[in-house]
Nanobody, 126 residues
Framework: QVQLVESGGGAVQAGESLRLSCAAS????????WGWFRQTPGKEREFVAA????????RYADSVKGRFAVARDNTKNTAYLQMNNLESGATPKHYC???????????????????WGRGTQVTVAS
């Protein structure tokens, strides 16, 4: 049974940074792609970033390009999302995901993702 646990969320001021982590347990996810998504109440879960199994491919939502960076450490079975210059007014919960198919994450196919974490809250104050 694979479990994903996010951490690193919190409350920050606009323009500040946060680094989210997603630790997997249950089996090594070296062959899996990782994804990051976010969701605010009443809205659909939206794609943020994805990274392929061998770091060769990454993809970002247009709204975060140049500010966010996704990474992974297979030795720790963990993925990361570095978020810089956070924008005010946002209070989304961020979720990590894992799937054998990179395109499932990269295309934001939330209905097909194999594994989800429970999310970590990010609050950005102006």
């Amino acid at each position: 049974q694979v479990q994903l646990v996010e951490s690193g969320g919190g409350a920050v001021q606009a323009g500040e940074s946060l680094r989210l982590s997603c630790a997997a347990s249950g089996r090594p996810l070296n062959a899996y792609s990782w994804g990051w998504f976010r969701q605010t109440p009443g809205k659909e879960r939206e794609f943020v970033a994805a990274i392929s199994d061998r770091d060769s491919l990454t993809r970002y939502a247009d709204s975060v390009k140049g500010r966010f960076a996704v990474a992974r450490d297979n030795t720790k079975n963990t993925a990361y999302l570095q978020m810089n210059n956070l924008e005010s007014g946002a209070t989304p919960k961020h979720y990590c995901s894992a799937d054998l198919n990179y395109l499932t994450n990269a295309r934001g196919a939330t209905d097909r993702v194999q594994y989800w974490g429970r999310g970590t809250q990010v609050t950005v104050a102006s």
